[in-house]
């Protein structure tokens, strides 16, 4: 079983910058493919953004990329998303999700049933 423990979210103005940090425990959670989702008042929740679990890989949302940056320290079972040029649209609510399953398509990263645990999700609001 995993942990997760979203934390950084915030008000910042729009083209502001943001870090949301995603603590996961377990003994084997360095190994845990990791990912972002948000979800906005009366929408669906949506995939931001994924990372494998050695680091090398990393997908994006057509919506955030070249904006926010997925990165992982797992010495620290930690996974970040540096978020930059936020927009109002970028309101939502910011959930951490993790996956142990051995491999999965990174076209898969955008279903939540791809997704085996959820942290609680952190608020982030873009004020324009």
């Known amino acids: 079983q995993v942990q997760l423990v979203e934390s950084g979210g915030g008000l910042v103005q729009a083209g502001g910058s943001l870090r949301l940090s995603c603590a996961a425990s377990?003994?084997?959670?360095?190994?845990?493919?990791m990912g972002w989702f948000r979800q906005a008042p009366g929408k669906e929740r949506e995939f931001v953004s994924g990372?494998?679990?050695?680091?090398?890989?990393?997908y994006y949302a057509d919506s955030v990329k070249g904006r926010f940056t997925i990165s992982r320290d797992n010495a620290k079972n930690t996974v970040y998303l540096q978020m930059a040029s936020l927009k109002p649209e970028d309101t939502a609510v910011y959930y951490c999700?993790?996956?142990?399953?051995?491999?999965?398509?990174?076209?898969?990263?955008?279903?939540?049933?791809?997704?085996?645990?959820w942290g609680q999700g952190t608020q982030v609001t873009v004020s324009s």
């Open positions: 999700a993790a996956s142990d399953r051995t491999y999965v398509s990174p076209s898969l990263y955008k279903f939540r049933s791809t997704w085996d645990y």
């Open positions: 377990g003994r084997t959670a360095s190994s845990y493919r």
């Open positions: 990372i494998r679990g050695s680091g090398g890989s990393t």
